[in-house]
């Protein structure tokens, strides 16, 4: 596991030019059409995920930041502790692992315990206390936004974790509604569908690379 921080100029190199757990969901949305799903398994969404990809390696952009990002970064320290707080556990933070494929990988927000019962959590922590009420009310997996759901599944298969704690924290509601917590386990199956779209994915972006004269 890498030791470089989260959202550090070093953290964002090392994930320059590689498929990443916060953005698998645009890989995993269906092809609308019969040609797209025999020619390359990609939907439109996925490729416009992989010219980005190729793109980023070329354009070195500035990070962005706005008071959504900024209240999100510096709540996540606080729903760390809470985190800790309810649970008894410690959270042991991680920058960008390199998963056993090449080209891809991910940053889980915190890793919890060891061995076989291995867990992650992924905080989210809303600008918009509605969305964080929202969130108070999953009870299945199925109400995962999905974008989440895959960052998920993604990020306990780069860690090989067995199950993921889901977070929503809001340090403005003063009661333990602020703090919410839903326990998602690993879907073999998923990460099974998922790593074929990487793998269509990594076959994608070599191709349109050759197509352009790039390495």
């Known amino acids: 596991m890498a030791e470089v921080k989260q959202g550090t100029t070093e953290w964002m190199a090392e ?55 900024d209240w999100g970064i510096n709540a996540e320290v606080l729903a760390r502790h809470f985190y800790s707080k309810r649970t008894g556990q410690i959270v042991s933070e991680v920058g960008f692992i390199n998963s056993d494929i090449i080209g891809y990988g991910g940053s889980p927000d915190g890793i919890v315990g060891s061995g076989e019962n291995k867990g992650i959590v992924e905080f989210k922590c809303p600008f918009n206390s509605g969305i964080h009420i929202k969130y108070c009310l999953i009870k299945c997996d199925d109400d995962i936004p999905y974008e989440y ?29 602020g703090l919410f917590i839903y326990r998602l386990y690993r879907n073999d199956n998923d990460i099974e569908r998922m790593i074929q779209q990487v793998t269509n994915m990594k076959i994608f972006i070599t191709n349109v690379k050759s197509k352009l004269g790039l390495k």
């Open 149 to 177: 759901y895959w960052q998920c599944q993604s990020n306990m298969y780069v860690s090989s974790a067995a199950w993921c704690d889901f977070v929503s924290f809001d340090p403005r509601i003063d009661s333990d509604m």
């Open 15 to 69: 994930r320059e030019g590689k498929i990443t757990s916060s953005k698998i969901y645009a890989i995993m949305t269906e092809p609308k059409t019969i040609e797209e799903k025999t020619l390359t398994g990609l939907s439109v969404g996925a490729k416009s995920y992989a010219y980005e990809i190729i793109a980023n390696e070329l354009v070195k952009a500035p990070s962005f930041h706005n008071d959504a990002t």
